[in-house]
């Protein structure tokens, strides 16, 4: 039986023993220091993100120096001094040493792990961070941390020197570290990784499997420090005997702890400590299962690859979590069934049968580069309906896929959604300029998982009892009478989605074909067969009667642009006219807070869009729901655009001039009780590359590193047409985007000055040309206005002075726009210095503010031992 005084005594000795030199303070300040240099590096201030993750993707390597430098000399340092004979003599079991000195290098180790907390004050001060996202991190460092320790005490208690079980320490931790590595596919090795069992508390998840491993591992550690420290007891005849008896022990106890992990995970039980939730299911799903006809039951099947490359592991692992999540509460109302898909298997065919699309990921095994296909999708379904979701993506809300799906299958009917075919090609179909046919947008594929979705002709009277909400994208690639047939459509009070574009991009620049300035294109045929000439386009492409309807102003060809980048990771790559929506513009209301549709959603992006502004004389309401920040402005069509054989491209480097409205890019436009039409429902948004294919990618994939809004507002807004809020919560339900505030706030300042000094340069060109175009001017009048001169004379004079000035204003030309460019960058240089100041300003700040506890209570304590040994020294035996 264990006695706790005992235990006590041998914990309070090593803690003072440690601390009582200034090697222990030296350590706890080296750590806490390499954290902060870890954790507030370049590519910190790069990601703007207020969290911790740059720490934590060095941290167990810096467990590698801290857990031996903390342990070494356990054991090794009683052997060298010859005190582990006279420790061992004590009235005090081997397993009451053990505890103790485990219970004290854990207790140094905390000290020094309170020590490095500092890191989330410089992070609070510097930006908002998620707390219950810091409590699962600093957690999962502790117990990362916890067991390793037994670990190098483990190599500690195999020699006496403390320099060699400094380096048999980080060997043997080392194991754990990078196991991981040697087979990144195979899912055992991967549970058997301290990385990978890390993961979880990094995003804010407290999980059982997890917590299991790092108590298993320290367990399974302290046994063979316990085997080592028993060996003593052993008589010489003995030794093998003994020695293969507790090898058989110890394997074991390894078999017995890898199979309560395995039986664990397997339950994944998981306690989700962020603020919004996001990992647990919301009660919205919760109340949904509990609704569910018993007599049409729901069931899902996932179709799952049993191993699956790095990056889709953890998307893997919260599926299953979740999928378990759901079965459990259905109870005979939802069951789940996991299917492993196998390579070439009857359950691959079976998963491609039901449109289960798999993904080919590139992978890298033994050094040579690999293409695996990855199945990670769900048929869910009952007796009266079925969804399929082909695959669960990096960017996939996965609770709110399955959710919508268990929710449209468990109801009798759907409602239905009308698109009309317009030149976008929404449902694809034969492209004579991509010289085949074009599969559907992906929008259609994600309308029709909640929704029955039909095609809509314009060249007929659109049905008002067909559908529930008609979307309309390019409406002014339209004919007349096609064109009249949506007005008509509108007027009635139908919902309406309407997403028009002045310079649409989609299709790789393929849609620039479509801007509404630009004409139809000619309709395909046979080759040799001449075709009639396309009817034009109503109105050229301004959507008149439509803008009167809905009493707004909208010009076909203005572009906005908007200098507002919250990723300085690759803010100088992206032009102004991608512009970022959000609240972190200085716009508060870039997103309205007053509608369900976009309160609550934190970044969208969009592609060239245009403007929209309400008519003065109005009486429709116009509700905002898409803002630019203040550093924006608008493009003519001749200032974006330049003409290229039989199109245009678009100008890499137009002349902006910021006008610091907030332009909006969407709006809402409903009927008053002062209104002539009544009941109009229609939401307008001034860019149709926001639902293209590009940026569901883009969202799917999370690429660059994004987490946009897009296909959230896209769906929310025919969600609201329709009267149908269920989803709407739930599919805004993501963790909050936290940035550096305060790195934010000072750059602002610098950034601002760089957008008004470009448009300085910019002006001051301009002012240049039009003097070189003046001058030709006045020498062309002077030559026609001079009598001495006959009109065949003056024809020649001014075709010389012509191409004298064409060449003159040639080089004037080049020469002003090489100065241009040289201040522009210098005014970027300038601006980039400026900004790098502050971060590392704040990267010094961050790095010396830490370990500045540390230091104080180590000179403190140096100070109280110094006094303390001089009151015990008689005053006529001290130095003078």
């Known amino acids: ?39 507030f590096n370049q590519q910190f201030f790069a990601n703007n993100q207020a969290n911790l993750d740059q720490l934590s993707l060095w941290y167990p390597l810096l467990l590698l120096f801290i857990i031996p430098a903390i342990t070494m000399g356990v054991w090794a340092d009683e052997k060298k001094l010859g005190t582990d004979e006279l420790l061992f003599t004590l009235p005090a079991s081997d397993l009451e040493v053990l505890l103790g000195k485990f ?11 309170l020590f490095s907390v500092t890191h989330i004050f410089v992070l609070s001060s510097i930006g908002n961070p998620d707390m219950g996202l810091m409590f699962t991190t600093y957690f999962g460092y502790w117990l990362a941390g916890a067991s390793l320790l037994s670990a190098g005490m483990f190599a500690s208690a195999l020699t006496s020197s403390t320099t060699v079980a400094f380096v048999l320490g980080t060997v043997i931790c080392a194991i754990p570290v990078f196991i991981g590595q040697v087979a990144p596919s195979s899912n055992l090795i991967q549970s058997l990784s301290l990385v990978e069992q890390f993961q979880d508390f990094n995003t804010g998840v407290l999980p059982l499997a997890s917590v299991l491993y790092f108590i298993s591992l320290a367990i399974m550690m302290l046994y063979l420090n316990r085997v080592l420290i028993t060996r003593r007891h052993w008589s010489s005849h003995e030794q093998n005997s003994m020695g293969l008896q507790y090898l058989v022990r110890t394997i074991s106890l390894a078999v017995i702890l890898i199979s309560v992990n395995a039986i664990v995970s397997y339950g ?83 998963a491609r049968l039901l449109d289960i699309s798999p993904q080919r990921v590139q992978t890298e095994r033994g050094g040579r580069a690999y293409v695996e296909t990855i199945f990670m999708g769900a048929v869910v379904k009952s007796a009266t309906d079925e969804v399929v979701i082909p695959f669960f993506n990096v960017g996939t809300p996965i609770e709110y896929e399955l959710t919508r799906s268990i929710r449209t299958v468990s109801k009798d009917d759907r409602l239905t959604v009308g698109i009309l075919n317009t030149d976008a090609s929404i449902f694809g179909g034969l492209d004579m300029s991509m010289g085949g046919n074009q599969p559907p947008w992906l929008i259609v594929s994600e309308l029709k998982k909640q929704y029955r979705v039909e095609q809509v002709s314009p060249d007929s009277p659109i049905s008002d009892t067909d559908y529930d909400v008609l979307l309309a994208v390019l409406p002014s690639s339209l004919t007349e009478p096609q064109l009249k047939n949506l007005v008509d459509y509108v007027k009635k009070g139908k919902p309406t989605l309407i997403c028009d574009d002045p310079l649409p991009v989609f299709g790789g620049g393929r849609g620039i074909q479509m801007a509404p300035r630009m004409p139809k294109p000619s309709p395909g045929g046979m080759m040799g067969m001449r075709q009639p000439p396309p009817t034009p386009k109503a109105y050229e492409g301004r959507l008149t009667p439509l803008m009167n309807l809905l009493e707004i102003a909208w010009d076909n060809g203005e572009v906005v642009f908007d200098y507002f980048n919250p990723h300085p990771e690759f803010a100088e790559v992206v032009r102004p006219e991608l512009i970022f929506i959000s609240p972190k513009s200085g716009t508060k209301s870039a997103f309205s807070l007053d509608s369900n549709i976009t309160s609550g959603l934190q970044e969208m992006l969009t592609f060239f869009p245009g403007s929209i502004r309400p008519r003065k004389d109005r009486d429709l309401n116009f509700e905002p729901l898409l803002r630019t920040g203040p550093n924006s402005g608008l493009l003519a069509w001749g200032e974006i655009t330049s003409p290229f054989f039989n199109s245009v491209r678009i100008v890499q480097d137009p002349v902006r001039v910021i006008d610091e ?13 002062k209104s ?41 807004c025919v969600d609201q047409l329709a009267g149908d809020d269920s989803y709407i919560s739930l599919r805004k339900r993501r963790q909050k985007h936290r940035t550096l505030t305060l790195v934010e706030r000072e750059t602002s300042v610098f950034i601002k000055e760089r957008n008004a000094e470009r448009e300085k340069a910019n002006e001051v060109a301009e002012a240049k040309l039009e003097e070189a175009r003046d001058r030709l001017k006045e020498q062309r009048e002077k030559i026609e206005k001079d009598p001495s001169m006959d009109s065949r004379e003056k024809q020649i004079r001014l075709r010389m002075a012509e191409e004298n000035e064409s060449r003159r204003l040639e080089v004037d030309e080049a020469k002003i726009e090489r100065e241009k460019q040289q201040q522009v960058e210098k005014i970027k240089a300038q601006t980039e210095r400026q900004i790098r100041e502050i971060e590392n300003r704040i990267r010094w700040y961050a790095i010396l503010v830490p ?16 006094k303390h040994e001089n009151q015990n020294i008689a005053p006529d035996r001290r130095l003078k």
């Open 676 to 716: 002539k039409v009544k009941g109009l429902n229609v939401i307008f948004v001034a860019d149709a590359d926001l639902i293209s294919d590009e940026l569901f990618n883009i969202r799917e994939r999370q690429a660059f590193g994004l987490k946009i809004d897009n296909v959230t507002f896209l769906l929310n």
């Open 1 to 39: 039986m264990l006695r706790n005084n005992v235990v006590l005594a041998v914990f309070k000795r090593n803690v003072q023993s440690y601390f009582s030199g200034v090697l222990g303070y030296l350590f706890i300040v080296v750590f806490v220091v390499a954290g902060a240099f870890a954790a």
């Open 661 to 673: 409205h907030a332009h909006v890019l969407a709006a809402h436009i409903t009927s008053t009780p």
């Open 103 to 113: 219970l004290a290098v854990l207790a140094v180790y905390t000290i020094a792990l």
């Open 268 to 350: 994944s039980s998981r306690i989700d400590m962020t603020s919004e939730r996001v990992y647990s299911l919301s009660q919205t799903t919760k109340d949904l299962i509990s609704k569910i006809d018993d007599k049409n039951p729901v069931t899902i099947e996932a179709f799952i690859s049993p191993e699956v490359s790095r990056e889709y592991v953890p998307i893997r692992k919260r599926l299953i979590g979740l999928l378990r999540e759901y079965d459990q509460l259905g109870g005979k109302r939802l069951q789940v069934r996991f299917v492993d898909v196998e390579p070439f298997s009857k359950e691959e065919e079976e």
């Open 851 to 866: 370990p500045f506890p540390a230091i104080l209570l180590g000179i403190c304590f140096l100070f109280f031992r110094l």
